[in-house]
Antibody
Framework: QVQLVESGGGVVQPGRSLILSCGAS????????FHWVRQAPGKGLEWVAV????????YYGDSVRGRITVSRDNSKNTVYLQMNSLRAEDTAVYYC??????????????WGQGTLVTVSS | AIQMTQSPSSLSASVGDRITITCRAS??????LGWYQQRPGEAPNLLIY???TLQSGVPSRFSGSGFGTDFTLTISSLQPEDFATYYC?????????FGQGTKLEIK
């Protein structure tokens, strides 16, 4: 059974940094790309980033490019999202999600339950 | 970035109704489009990928169609559990972008 569990959210001051983690189980972790998607309170979904199965290819959304970095540790079945220079508009639930196909980057199928990041002084 | 325009933004319907939601891409995206359902307080759930392929485990009352710039999600006979918010997402090029969402409410 596929499980994705995000952690690391919380309240952080503007301008500070935060690292989110996403632990995975129930499938061959090293074969899949992972995405991060966020949802501000009461708003729609925003695609944030993707990282290929081998960690080589990384792509970012326009609103976060330059401030975030995605990484993964295949030995720990974990992906990470590092966010720097946080702004109030980064306040959102952050979801990690796996790609549907192995060794590809395409649509997302399984999602974690999300972790809430609140940027506030 | 490719813009996805989803309509309507909200929709009221009754159990048993047939409804259609549309997404229009600002440029051609072949069939690189998925549809997601999100119930309140839950993570999204993939319904359709590659514009028209039903994800495993998703009821057959859901269907998708389209190619290029215009896409539709149809629910043939609404069930109580279908009242939720629906999003399209293109995966044609980076960055991916979602439609604004359609909130489906009970009439």
């Amino acid at each position: 059974q596929v499980q994705l569990v995000e952690s690391g959210g919380g309240v952080v001051q503007p301008g500070r940094s935060l690292i989110l983690s996403c632990g995975a189980s129930g499938f061959t972790f090293s074969g899949y790309s992972f995405h991060w998607v966020r949802q501000a309170p009461g708003k729609g979904l925003e695609w944030v980033a993707v990282m290929s199965h081998d960690g080589v290819n990384k792509y970012y959304g326009d609103s976060v490019r330059g401030r975030i970095t995605v990484s993964r540790d295949n030995s720990k079945n974990t992906v990470y999202l590092q966010m720097n220079s946080l702004r109030a508009e980064d306040t959102a639930v952050y979801y990690c999600a796996k790609d549907r196909e192995m060794f590809a980057v395409g649509e997302v199928d399984y999602w974690g339950q999300g972790t809430l990041v609140t940027v506030s002084s | 970035a490719i813009q996805m325009t989803q309509s309507p933004s909200s929709l009221s319907a009754s159990v048993g109704d047939r409804i259609t939601i549309t997404c229009r891409a600002s440029q051609g995206i072949l069939n690189d489009l998925g549809w997601y359902q999100q119930r309140p307080g839950e993570a999204p759930n993939l319904l359709i990928y590659s514009a028209s392929t039903l994800q495993s485990g998703v009821p057959s009352r859901f269907s998708g169609s389209g190619f290029g710039t215009d896409f539709t999600l149809t629910i043939s006979s609404l069930q109580p559990e279908d009242f939720a918010t629906y999003y399209c997402l293109h995966d044609h090029t980076y960055p991916y972008t979602f439609g604004q969402g359609t909130k489906l409410e009970i009439k």
